[in-house]
């Protein structure tokens, strides 16, 4: 038997998702909660590496017993309350259902959606503090229309490695953006992002390269030749971890 | 000169707004603020009380200098931004305004705007941990119907005895309620209330008398018998703290 939990978290008090040694992470508490409200050995896989202080509204990870003869006695639909139970309040499970036993959390996921959160005020918002990055300025609707046009040169497939933060080991880096655009609701400008798989910090580096359009330092039509130099050093900085949220998992057989 | 701030703050941290010894407040954090940006002795006036854990969409505070000799040189345009460099990020000025010297924060108040946030689901949101109450169910359309008609019943001059936590030494405990209702957004549900006034505890006993006619201790139209009862034990308990928000003060100059 194996669950399939969806998991929103806020990471603020965290080294991100996976296990690290003696730090605090959303999977030691997840591994926690899960031995002590079903008493049983189990293993948790999340979907996902997440960087120290990103939020998830989407996350998902699989637990199943340990033990083959071992079994989660808790019914489905109760699960997520037994878990939340046990889990610190910056925290929740939102979902869970059974996925068939071969099915795999980080394995099966076909389409990753982030989105990235900017308060674009002078007045910071003390209720979106670390939730956010506080851009102190305002964005004219000019400007609003350049990063929107940048944005949408994201999309497609190439090889992203403009965007990847160097220390990364990946060899093949190239990935499919199918949606890729920014909204805006006054002071709240958010961007939005599909893709098939996500490079190490691609998202901030590319709304770093967006707000990079906004100051005028990049022209928003150079995206292109900025994706094609396939150099890190040519794109924007990368922007802080704050506003970063996973949004949805989409898995192939859902 | 006496400038009016109107400052927003996430009131988790804090042991309420006024100053307590060897207490983190939110007057502390204002008076250091206001101390190191201006680099003058100033008298800092709030407009009000708040327990702790409470927190303010639209607290008000005065600032003037303790010597009328010294001067505040900020331009008034950049004090909010001038005071929220000095200000931890769970504290933001929103706007600074001249008044007249004989302005007063507290007694100048004509009404106050309360709004207390339910978040009405079975499945807590992480992001609104300590910014909402966590009801841990659903509010169905009819017993939301009760609550409201529980909650038009506030409106009106009455004495609030039996909303005023035992311990408060005020005599004349009767206010004028000019508005009260609650709204729904999905599982996110808000009491709202404009008083010229209120007593200790008052909105948070008001809402845990409307969370008893929910779960049916308290008939929605036993609310005016409760009123003139002007008794502490036939109200509802007290809500907790944290889904309470000073939303605006209303001054009798503005």
Known sequence: MK???????????????????????????????????????????????TDSGVHALGYCATVEPKNSDDKITVPIEKIPLVLNLALPSDISVICAKYVSDDFHARYDVQKKEYVYKIHASTIRDPFLDKRVLEYGKEISDEKFKKMQKAASFYVGTHRFTSFMSAGSKIENTERTVYESYLTRDGENVEFHIL????????????????????????????????????????AGSTAKADGLYLQKIFYFDS
């Open 195 to 234: 893709a098939n798989g996500f490079l190490y910090n691609m998202v901030r580096i590319m709304v770093g390269t967006l707000l990079d359009v906004e100051k005028g330092k990049i022209d928003e039509n150079s995206i292109p030749d900025i994706i094609s130099a396939e150099n890190r050093s040519v």
């Open 3 to 49: 669950i399939l939990l969806t998991i929103a978290y806020v990471g603020t008090n965290y080294q991100g998702y996976q296990l690290q040694k003696d730090k605090p992470t959303v999977a030691l508490m997840l591994n926690n909660a899960v031995k002590n409200a079903f008493g049983i050995e189990c293993n948790v896989t999340g979907c996902s590496r």
